[in-house]
């Protein structure tokens, strides 16, 4: 054999050991498979929408004040010596009895209606012709609109004359009291613009 061929032939003989050590360029080499934790799904990272939260427009003592202003104290010219406490249009004489009274513009109307030109007429806040009382009690319940006081009248315990709910809203900045009904009743049968309302507005038990 010639040096040229022993040389060739040895050439061969290195480029096999090579392939056989590093592979074939044809067969690609074996990858390792990611074993990573899979991204969360949406289900997964969505948070619970929160429940709409009810914010009440006044608080007990605003709705109780409210409740005040239309059964005040007694001043000795709105009431006889014994009794305590009375109705707001009792200090208002004149045309406009429910001025000093915090009132909306159509409960207003609509009670000067159930009065006007009837002799005698019973308050329409108090359910009597001369509403005075010696005690009072105020409870309250407040909502996003404004709220309910509850208002027990009366000459001690025992005597409960009126119990009457003040239905309160707010208008503009102001705290009014925009509907007046027997506690414990449908508000829709006897509350100040139902037909006849004044007749039976003594909500006494």
Not at 13 to 34: K, M, N, Q
Not at 120 to 146: F, H, R
Not at 174 to 182: A, E, G, P
Request: glycine fraction near 10%; charge should be negative.
């Amino acid at each position: 054999m010639s040096r040229r061929g022993r040389v060739l032939g040895g050439a061969s003989v290195i480029v096999a050991a090579l392939l056989v050590a590093c592979g074939s360029p044809e067969t690609p080499s074996a990858r390792p498979t990611a074993t990573g934790t899979a991204p969360p799904t949406l289900a997964q990272t969505a948070t619970p929408t929160p429940a709409p939260v009810t914010t009440a427009a006044a608080t007990v003592n605003e709705l109780k004040v409210v409740a005040s202003m239309v059964y005040p104290a007694c001043t000795p010219a709105t009431c006889t010596s014994a009794s305590m406490f009375t109705t707001c249009d009792s200090s208002s004489p004149g045309p406009d009895v429910f001025t000093s009274c915090p009132l909306t513009t159509r409960l207003a109307a609509q009670l000067k209606s159930d009065v006007d030109g009837v002799r005698g007429a019973a308050d329409p806040l108090g359910g009597g012709q001369d509403p005075e009382w010696t005690t009072k009690s105020v409870t309250a319940t407040p909502s996003a609109t404004g709220g309910v006081a509850h208002v027990t009248l009366g000459f001690g315990p025992g005597q409960i004359m009126a119990t009457i709910d003040l239905v309160v809203v707010v208008q503009g900045s102001q705290l009014l009291v925009d509907d007046i009904y027997c506690t414990g009743t449908d508000p829709g049968g006897t509350d100040a613009y139902a037909a006849g309302w004044l007749t039976r507005a003594v909500c006494g038990s």
